[in-house]
Antibody, heavy 122, light 107 residues
Framework: QVQLAESGGGLVKPGGSLRLSCTAS????????MSWIRQAPGKGLEWVSY????????NYADSVKGRFTISRDNAKNSLYLQMNSLRAEDTAVYYC???????????????WGQGTLVTVSS | EIVLTQSPATLSLSPGERATFSCRAS??????LAWYQQKPGQAPRLLIH???NRATGIPARFSGSGSGTDFTLTISSLEPEDFAVYYC?????????FGQGTKLEIK
């Protein structure tokens, strides 16, 4: 079955960096667009970034552009999010999510990991 | 950026009752709308895509309708496991955005 497992979250000081990982299994990882979506404590959902199947298409929310970098390694079935210059408002659970359709970027998400908590605080 | 406004913020109903959730977009999004369910401590679950298409494995009691700016998610007869938070999401314009959620609680 499809599984996504995030790791790498933790407590970091403002201005610091963190790298999140997401390991996929149960499907052909290289066949799907992947995204990072976050949820601040007690709040709603915010799309952060997506990456195309061959890393050819990448996009970011304005709130993280220039600070976060998404990448993937299809040989390792892994998705990454490098987060630099972290701010208190980046505190959230970060989910990796699979796009709904293989081959296409639909913008819907049919499988999500359980999330990893990033806390930015001094 | 397209803003999605969900109403009500909280819905208090009993098992067996019908639940109706509303999602209004700040501009037309055609039918490019999805609905998700999220239970405490869990990731969201895709219920409906393209306004009215049930995702794989979603029970028939869940249905979606609407187009343009006004959308509805209906649960025909509530089961105990349906009590959760429901979010709408549009993918018509980038960035894709989510509504603020409606909490369905047991009355």
């Amino acid at each position: 079955q499809v599984q996504l497992a995030e790791s790498g979250g933790g407590l970091v000081k403002p201005g610091g960096s963190l790298r999140l990982s997401c390991t996929a299994s149960g499907f052909t990882f290289s066949g799907y667009y992947m995204s990072w979506i976050r949820q601040a404590p007690g709040k709603g959902l915010e799309w952060v970034s997506y990456i195309g199947r061959n890393s050819n298409y990448i996009n970011y929310a304005d709130s993280v552009k220039g600070r976060f970098t998404i990448s993937r390694d299809n040989a390792k079935n892994s998705l990454y999010l490098q987060m630099n210059s972290l701010r208190a408002e980046d505190t959230a659970v970060y989910y990796c999510a699979r796009d709904f359709d293989s081959d296409l970027l639909t913008g819907y998400f049919d499988y999500w990991g359980q999330g990893t908590l990033v806390t930015v605080s001094s | 950026e397209i803003v999605l406004t969900q109403s009500p913020a909280t819905l208090s109903l009993s098992p067996g009752e019908r639940a109706t959730f509303s999602c209004r977009a700040s501009q037309s999004i055609s039918n490019y709308l999805a609905w998700y369910q999220q239970k405490p401590g869990q990731a969201p679950r895709l219920l409906i895509h393209d306004a009215s298409n049930r995702a794989t494995g979603i029970p028939a009691r869940f249905s979606g309708s609407g187009s343009g700016t006004d959308f509805t998610l209906t649960i025909s007869s509530l089961e105990p496991e349906d009590f959760a938070v429901y979010y709408c999401q549009q993918r018509s314009n980038w960035p894709q955005t989510f509504g603020q959620g409606t909490k369905l609680e047991i009355k």
